[in-house]
C-alpha cells in the first residue's frame, strides 16, 4: 500500500511562488506515474500536473503552463510542486497521487492513492 504526504502549501499573494512536496512509501515500486491535482471550493478535482516517475516525462494542465513546474527526485521518492506566478483562481486544496498504469492519465479515476491534501491560498 502506498502512503502519500504533502506539504508545502500556505498562504502567498498574487505572483508569488510555491513548493509543494510529496513523499511516498510504501510499495513504491508499483508506481508508473505521480501526478498533482487541486480542489476548489464548488468544484470537481481537476488535473494539474503528472510526471513519469522513472523516465521524468511531464504533463500539465494549460492552465498551468509556464507557470507550474513538476519534478521528482527518485531517490528520496519525493515529487514535488513548484508554482510561479501564482493568481488568485490556483487558491484550492491541492493533492498528490500517484498511478499504477502504465500510460498517463489526466483523470482523478485513473489515481489509485491519494495525500490528504495541503491548502494553497493566493490573495489578490
Known amino acids: 500500500q502506498v502512503q502519500l504526504v504533502e506539504s508545502g502549501g500556505g498562504l502567498v499573494q498574487a505572483g508569488g511562488s510555491l513548493r509543494l512536496s510529496c513523499v511516498a512509501s510504501?510499495?513504491?515500486?508499483?508506481?508508473?506515474?505521480m501526478g498533482w491535482f487541486r480542489q476548489a471550493p464548488g468544484k470537481e478535482r481537476e488535473f494539474v500536473a503528472a510526471i513519469r516517475w522513472s523516465a521524468g516525462s511531464t504533463q500539465y494542465a494549460d492552465s498551468v503552463k509556464g507557470r507550474f513546474t513538476i519534478s521528482r527526485d527518485n531517490a528520496k521518492n519525493t515529487v514535488y510542486l513548484q508554482m510561479n506566478s501564482l493568481k488568485p483562481e490556483d487558491t484550492a486544496v491541492y493533492y498528490c497521487?500517484?498511478?499504477?498504469?502504465?500510460?498517463?492519465?489526466?483523470?482523478?479515476?485513473?489515481?489509485?492513492?491519494w495525500g490528504q491534501g495541503t491548502q494553497v491560498t493566493v490573495s489578490s
Open positions: 510504501g510499495g513504491t515500486f508499483s508506481i508508473y506515474y
Open positions: 497521487a500517484a498511478r499504477r498504469g502504465v500510460v498517463p492519465s489526466d483523470t482523478a479515476n485513473g489515481y489509485h492513492y
